[in-house]
Structures are given as structure tokens and as C-alpha cells.
């Protein structure tokens, strides 16, 4: 594993001293959001986790290895033209080719369980898309959060998916749907929908005490803490739906599908917005960085408290007992 992982001296200090980290994912700065807005977001999303006394660990893949925690050049290269967008599947090909790789949720998952943090915070994990009945297109997010130990922070799935769906998948594979303040599921740029959640959180302590519980009982995989994009800057639900509407139609129209799907639909949702959601994803990013660097926080603290019984010993019987 060591020939292929590469740890900030920073990042791998708090981990060591037990601190909180926060993972992100590089996506965002390559294929999520328009330069310059994603490196100045990249940067921002640091500073927010910063802000709130953790440690900030953007993950990617770059020179054959996964980087866990990057500089201001790693983060101006990855937004750059022709950086790949890597999830599960793509990893050893990449690391193998010494590609520059920009890392989805699953594949950022993948990187922060390696090197040993437990909260991710993103903006919207991927889920089951529109006309999954005739497309077999269920992002690999969702198959991660089964199998690896990581809490993502996110404003529920992205809006252009199936999110019904979406939540159906994700309890047959036994992963908790947290709502942070909320009882019914994130919808991205709006507030919420009438879905329900598995449960409710109001505070960061309560997420970590989550945390705790699944992990120490051995329910390995991860949680998905539903995040509602602050009212100031949510969009309009019936303008929001209308726009995916046309761009998932347009997206069939041209036969875009797989990994270019959601970059491409985001495109056509910032362009038919007049750039609202671009401003909406921004915003949501942000309160998921600070809200994700609280849990952070929350649950090294609790781990820190946390201290095992005391081995008991039991006497042994006398002879002829």
C-alpha cells in the first residue's frame, strides 16, 4: 500500500496526535466547478475546515500515487484540462499510468480510509440516475458507502438523480441516512424533500456518538449525514426541477452517458440557471466543509475520552476444586 499512498507531513501529524482531519474530493476541482471558481472554492473549502480547528486533506491522484492532502500548486494543476475523473474502478489504472487523477466520492472514500480519517465532507454523493430502469447507471458512491468506514458530509445526492431510488439503495446496503437539523433528505440546491432520513442529528456531538456506535459494533461502511443547503441560498424547487428535466433530455438526446453524464449535466444546470446553481453549489460546499470539520472535531474529542475496561481477570480454581 505504502508505494502507492502519500501523506501530507500535515495531515499525517494530526492523524498521528489524533486530531481532526476532513477529507475532500478533487472533482470538484476538476470537473465540478468552472476555473477560476473551483481552485478559489478548493481553497475556501480548506480554510473552512480550518476555521473551525481540523485539519483539511483534499485527496487525488497525482504522480502514481494517492495523495492525501495537498498544496496550492497540486490543487492549481488539478484544474487544469485533461486531469481524469477517478472513482473505484479507475484507481490502479491510474496509479499505475502516473496519471493525474481527480478523485470522486468513492475513490476520495477509498483514500481517506487508507490513511485513516473518518469524516469526508463533499457536496452531493452520487446515487441511481433518471431512467435507471432502462440505463443500469448507479454511481459506484453508493456501493462505497456499503463497504468503507468513512462519514460523508453532503447536501444529500445530487439533484439530477433519482433520489427516491437513491435512499432505497442505500438502506438494502445498510447505510445510515443521517439528517443534520433536519428529518427529511437534502435535495442539493433546495432545502429538503418529503423523504424521510433514518434518523435525526441537531449537534455534532450527536453524529459522532452515531459514528461511534456503528463503527464499535462492527457495522462496517459508511454513513451519509444530510446537510440542508442554508435558505439563503437555496433555488427555487420548481425552476430547479425544470432545469434537470431538460438536461437529462438533452443528455439522452446526445447520447451522453457514464462518467460524463454528471459533469455534463451540471454544466447545462449552471447554464440554464444563468449560473444560480453554480452559486447555490458553491454555498452548500462551503456549510458542508464547516459543518463536516465540527463533526470532525466532535468525534476525535470522543475517541480521546474514550478509554477500553480493564482487562478482567479471573481467578484460578485450587487444586481439587
Request: glycine fraction near 10%; charged fraction near 20%; include cysteine.
Amino acid at each position: 500500500m505504502q508505494d502507492f499512498l502519500s501523506i501530507h507531513p500535515e495531515v499525517s501529524a494530526a492523524l498521528k496526535a489524533g486530531k481532526a482531519v476532513v477529507a475532500l474530493e478533487s472533482t470538484v476541482i476538476s470537473h465540478g466547478l468552472p476555473y477560476p471558481a473551483n481552485v478559489e472554492t478548493a481553497n475556501a473549502l480548506e480554510a473552512a475546515i480550518r476555521a473551525e480547528g481540523a485539519v483539511p486533506a483534499t485527496i487525488a491522484v497525482l504522480d502514481g500515487r494517492i495523495r492525501v492532502g495537498l498544496d496550492a500548486d497540486d490543487i492549481e494543476r488539478l484544474a487544469q484540462p485533461g486531469v481524469r475523473k477517478v472513482s473505484r474502478r479507475d484507481l490502479p489504472v491510474a496509479l499505475a499510468q502516473a496519471a493525474d487523477g481527480a478523485t470522486t466520492v468513492a475513490a476520495t472514500m477509498i483514500g481517506a480510509a487508507l490513511a485513516g480519517i473518518s469524516v469526508f465532507a463533499t457536496g452531493g454523493i452520487g446515487g441511481v440516475h433518471r431512467g435507471v430502469e432502462t440505463t443500469l447507471d448507479i454511481s459506484a458512491d453508493l456501493e462505497e458507502l456499503a463497504a468503507t468506514d468513512v462519514a460523508v458530509v453532503c447536501a444529500g445526492a445530487k439533484a439530477i438523480l433519482d433520489l427516491p431510488r437513491t435512499l432505497e439503495y442505500l438502506e438494502t446496503k445498510g447505510v445510515p441516512v443521517i439528517g443534520y437539523g433536519t428529518d427529511r433528505f437534502p435535495a442539493f440546491y433546495t432545502a429538503t424533500l418529503p423523504l424521510p432520513v433514518d434518523g435525526r442529528c441537531d449537534t455534532a456531538d450527536e453524529v459522532a456518538r452515531v459514528l461511534r456506535a456503528k463503527w464499535q459494533l462492527g457495522l462496517g461502511g459508511g454513513v451519509v449525514i444530510g446537510v440542508p443547503i442554508p435558505d439563503d441560498a437555496a433555488l427555487d424547487a420548481e425552476a430547479v426541477e425544470a432545469a434537470i428535466a431538460q438536461a437529462v433530455g438533452e443528455a439522452e438526446a446526445q447520447g451522453v452517458r457514464g462518467k460524463a453524464l454528471t459533469p455534463f449535466l451540471l454544466q447545462r444546470m449552471q447554464e440554464l440557471t444563468g449560473g444560480a446553481s453554480l452559486a447555490a453549489n458553491r454555498a452548500l460546499l462551503l456549510n458542508n466543509a464547516t459543518i463536516g470539520a465540527r463533526i470532525a472535531v466532535a468525534y476525535a474529542r470522543q475517541k480521546g475520552e474514550f478509554t477500553l475496561p480493564k482487562k478482567v481477570v479471573t481467578a484460578k480454581r485450587p487444586p481439587g476444586y
